[in-house]
T-cell receptor
Framework: GQNIDQPTEMTATEGAIVQINCTYQ??????LFWYQQHAGEAPTFLSYNVLDGLEEKGRFSSFLSRSKGYSYLLLKELQMKDSASYLC??????????WGAGTKLIIKP | GAVVSQHPSRVICKSGTSVKIECRSL??????MFWYRQFPKQSLMLMAT?????????EQGVEKDKFLINHASLTLSTLTVTSAHPEDSSFYIC?????????????FGPGTRLTVT
C-alpha cells in the first residue's frame, strides 16, 4: 500500500528553527523529496534523500531513516518568506512520486 | 537549467467549452510528463502520466475522455479539458522528468489556474 503522513499545519517564530516530520509506509522506495509551495504557485524542489542521514543545504536540511520510514525537513533562521506549504513525497517501486498532503508553515514575527 | 513552462497561466472559460493547456520543457528533453490538479488547501493530485509517443496512463477516477493528454514530442505535452464544468475549476500543474536522468526529480511548470463560469 501507499501511505505518507505529515502534520497539516505548524507555526513558528521568525529567526527560530522548525522541524517538519514525514512518515511513510511502502513496500518499494527509491528516495524521498521535499518541495516548497507558496500559495498559488507550483512546487519548487528543496531536497532529495535516497540514503540514510542528514543533508544540509544552507538554512534547510533534510534527514532520512529508511528503516524507520521517516524523514524530516529542518528550517533554521526562519524568515517570513519561509511561510509556505512543505510537501514530502517518496518515489515508489515504479519511480512514481507519492505525495503527502503538505504542511502549512506559518511564520510569526 | 531544467525549466518547464506552461501556457496559459490563467484561463477563464464558459461551461461546456474546451480548454487546452500546454506544458513545455525548455532546455531538456522529457521522457515523462505528469499532470496534476490541486484544489484550494489540498495537496497535488496526480491525474495522469504521459510518455512521449504513447498513450497516457490515467489515475483511478480521472476520466480519460474528459481530460485528453497528448505528448507529441520530448518537449511538449498538452492537456485538454473538454466540455468544462465549474467543478473542473482548479490549479493544473505539469511536471517533467528529464532524460537520461540519474535522479528522478520532477521539474514543475508554474501552473495554470482554470476558472469555469
Amino acid at each position: 500500500g501507499q501511505n505518507i503522513d505529515q502534520p497539516t499545519e505548524m507555526t513558528a517564530t521568525e529567526g527560530a528553527i522548525v522541524q517538519i516530520n514525514c512518515t511513510y509506509q511502502t513496500s518499494g522506495f527509491n528516495g524521498l523529496f521535499w518541495y516548497q509551495q507558496h500559495a498559488g504557485e507550483a512546487p519548487t524542489f528543496l531536497s532529495y534523500n535516497v540514503l540514510d542521514g542528514l543533508e544540509e543545504k544552507g538554512r534547510f536540511s533534510s534527514f532520512l531513516s529508511r528503516s524507520k520510514g521517516y524523514s524530516y525537513l529542518l528550517l533554521k533562521e526562519l524568515q517570513m518568506k519561509d511561510s509556505a506549504s512543505y510537501l514530502c513525497a517518496y518515489l515508489d517501486s515504479n519511480y512514481q512520486l507519492i505525495w503527502g498532503a503538505g504542511t502549512k508553515l506559518i511564520i510569526k514575527p | 537549467g531544467a525549466v518547464v513552462s506552461q501556457h496559459p497561466s490563467r484561463v477563464i472559460c464558459k461551461s461546456g467549452t474546451s480548454v487546452k493547456i500546454e506544458c513545455r520543457s525548455l532546455d531538456f528533453q522529457a521522457t515523462t510528463m505528469f499532470w496534476y490538479r490541486q484544489f484550494p488547501k489540498q495537496s497535488l493530485m496526480l491525474m495522469a502520466t504521459s510518455n512521449e509517443g504513447s498513450k497516457a496512463t490515467y489515475e483511478q477516477g480521472v476520466e480519460k475522455d474528459k481530460f485528453l493528454i497528448n505528448h507529441a514530442s520530448l518537449t511538449l505535452s498538452t492537456l485538454t479539458v473538454t466540455s468544462a464544468h465549474p467543478e473542473d475549476s482548479s490549479f493544473y500543474i505539469c511536471s517533467a522528468r528529464a532524460i537520461p536522468g540519474s535522479d528522478y526529480e520532477q521539474y514543475f511548470g508554474p501552473g495554470t489556474r482554470l476558472t469555469v463560469t
